[in-house]
């Protein structure tokens, strides 16, 4: 008992002092310049809200990983597949673009939907071997008859104005109502991915989710008439002024001006503060209700399976059921980040979703803040997306420092060429430190 309260007390001095730290770096970011700090609140505000969303990230891999012990490796997957939802959702419709096989793309999918539908009634409902033959056969048809209609209307969509759209467009809905549907998006392919996968041991599940989220990449990098492949879409809209637009307002420029700001400074600090807004009211929803459920008797159910399956089986526990909950609801709040980035972007660009970014500093977000912890890995994600923009920075002063006493010479070149790439060297020496000195985290579970 006495080591209980003793590990308790130590731990709740953590937070606080990881969150006056963050603060700290954040203020020193946008007052001081020098070769450590950019002096720019522009920036300063860039980093937090790239830092909100990667939070956002992390708690829905805290709780796939935390609550219930899911390795997802695919997480660059369901951020893709998130961010898709700002571009079908709020974006113009593109003319012609229905006409030239809008409906034939709909019968296709509605085809290729209820082959699957009735392949899986037809496995249930008739004798052995008859329902394999069955199966097959509708699978076949059902194939065929997909893409001959599916391979028409793609054609067609793909033609349509090739050079400026090419794709389907979106319903231009508001673009807020986008972030819901990216979450949906997510909660879908989840749903799909672990009714297979999640009968896998845990292993197989890490190379399964792993494969899954490279191909949901390679299909919105090829299927143009989804989001223009690499050709990109821009101009998504978004939910704060433009900057072009509030330069133009005089009593904006008059306000700027009591500041001592220039317009453009000023408009660029004033959306990235409503952005910053916009997040933090998600990201505190999202954390409050992590909280309820992690302490409700849902969330003491979901720790006593993730500690021991098969003691939670015999209590009488759907193992495999609650773990597929939990990887929906988990996936669901990635493919909410993933439509917040996209909406902060206007930029919907399939080549930038790097597994090493969207999966691995992921990752490493969750086990520095601590496992288990949703305020943990909150925090853990801000810090280390800060470290990870500024070593890019720091890198190459570090290493001029390091190489001033050295002759000049092919290692030193080398040395100094390698220095951009310290951001890696970063992660993996603050991901040993965490867990030499705190191997459950900053902010370990209770």
């Keep these: 008992m006495s080591n209980t309260r003793q590990h308790d007390a130590s731990s709740a001095w953590r937070a606080p002092v990881l969150i006056v730290v963050l603060i700290a770096l954040f203020v020193l970011e946008g007052t001081t310049r020098n070769a450590m700090f950019s002096g720019s609140w522009n920036t300063s505000l860039a980093i937090l809200n790239m830092g909100l969303i990667s939070a956002v990230m992390a708690l ?127 909660a879908g392919a989840a749903w799909c991915i ?39 879409v821009t101009g998504i809209p978004r939910p704060v002024p433009y900057e072009i637009d509030l330069q133009r307002d005089a009593g904006f420029v008059a306000k700027a001006a009591d500041f ?40 003491r159910m979901m720790r006593a399976i993730r500690d021991n399956e098969t003691a939670a089986e015999a209590m009488g526990k759907n193992v495999t059921r609650r773990h597929l909950q939990i990887f929906v609801i988990g996936s669901a709040v990635i493919g909410l980040g993933g439509a917040m980035m996209i909406t902060m972007d206007g930029l919907m660009s399939p080549n930038s979703y790097n597994p090493l970014r969207y999966t691995f500093v992921i990752w490493v977000m969750v086990i520095v803040g601590g496992s288990g912890n949703n305020l943990g890995s909150i925090l853990g994600a801000i810090l280390i997306w800060f470290i990870w923009i500024k070593a890019e920075v720091w890198g190459p002063e570090f290493m001029g420092f390091v190489t001033s006493f050295m002759s000049d010479g092919a290692l030193k070149s080398h040395l100094i060429g390698s220095a951009p790439h310290m951001r890696f060297v970063a992660m993996g020496l603050v991901l040993l430190l965490v867990l030499r000195f705190s191997p459950r985290g900053l902010l370990p579970e209770k």
């Design 60 to 186: 829905g891999v805290n709780m796939q990983w935390g609550y219930a012990g899911l390795f997802n490796a695919g997480v660059v997957g369901f951020v893709a597949i998130g961010g898709l939802a700002p571009v079908l959702i709020s974006t113009g419709p593109v003319a012609g673009a229905w006409g030239a096989g809008g409906p034939r793309l709909l019968l296709a999918l509605a085809v290729g939907l209820g082959a699957i539908a009735l392949a899986a009634v037809l496995w249930r409902r008739l004798m052995r071997p008859l329902n394999g033959v069955a199966v097959l056969v509708v699978i076949i048809a059902g194939f065929v008859i997909y893409r001959a209609l599916f391979d028409v209307a793609v054609t067609g969509i793909e033609a349509n104005n090739s050079a400026a759209a090419g794709n389907i467009g979106g319903l231009g809905l508001p673009v807020l109502l986008s972030w819901p549907v990216g979450a949906l998006f997510a």
């Design 194 to 232: 672990g009714k297979v996968a999640l009968g896998l041991r845990s292993d197989y599940l890490a190379i399964a989710t792993l494969g899954i989220g490279e191909i949901i990449v390679a299909v919105l990098r090829n299927e143009e008439w989804l989001a223009r492949g690499v050709k990109n």
């Design 260 to 299: 001592g700001l220039d317009p453009a400074t000023a408009s660029g600090i004033w959306v990235k503060l409503c952005y910053a807004g916009l997040f933090t009211l998600v990201l505190v929803a999202l954390l409050v209700l992590a909280q309820l459920a992690l302490n409700s008797p849902w969330g």
